[in-house]
Nanobody, 124 residues
Framework: QVHLVESGGGLVQAGGSLRLSCAASGRTFSNYAVGWFRQAPGKEREFVAAIDCSGRNTYYADSVKGRFTISRDNAKNTVYLQMNSLKPEDTAVYYC?????????????????WGQGTQVTVSS
């Protein structure tokens, strides 16, 4: 199995930027596709972005496309989520998740391992 730890969350003003990191350990990281999800209070957890094992194929929710960028550095066992032009509606706990297949997924049940989450708060 693989263990995931998110970091990089915090408080930022609208229009600002944050870079989240997801550090993985336990297995060969290059064998896992990774996704980012978020959950606001009282809301369902929703898909944000995903990346396949090679890092060549990425996917984004319409709400973040053009503002967020997902990337990975397999040598460092880390996946990143660069968030620019942040909006108050981006406020949520952000989770990274790993999938033990080569391809990326956009649904909760497609992922096997989850981190504990990191809080992102965007003020207006």
């Amino acid at each position: 199995q693989v263990h995931l730890v998110e970091s990089g969350g915090g408080l930022v003003q609208a229009g600002g930027s944050l870079r989240l990191s997801c550090a993985a350990s336990g297995r060969t990281f290059s064998n896992y596709a990774v996704g980012w999800f978020r959950q606001a209070p009282g809301k369902e957890r929703e898909f944000v972005a995903a990346i396949d094992c090679s890092g060549r194929n990425t996917y984004y929710a319409d709400s973040v496309k053009g503002r967020f960028t997902i990337s990975r550095d397999n040598a460092k066992n880390t996946v990143y989520l660069q968030m620019n032009s942040l909006k108050p509606e981006d406020t949520a706990v952000y989770y990274c998740a790993a999938r033990s297949t080569l391809g990326a997924g956009t649904r909760l049940w497609e992922y096997d391992y989850w981190g504990q989450g990191t809080q992102v708060t965007v003020s207006s």
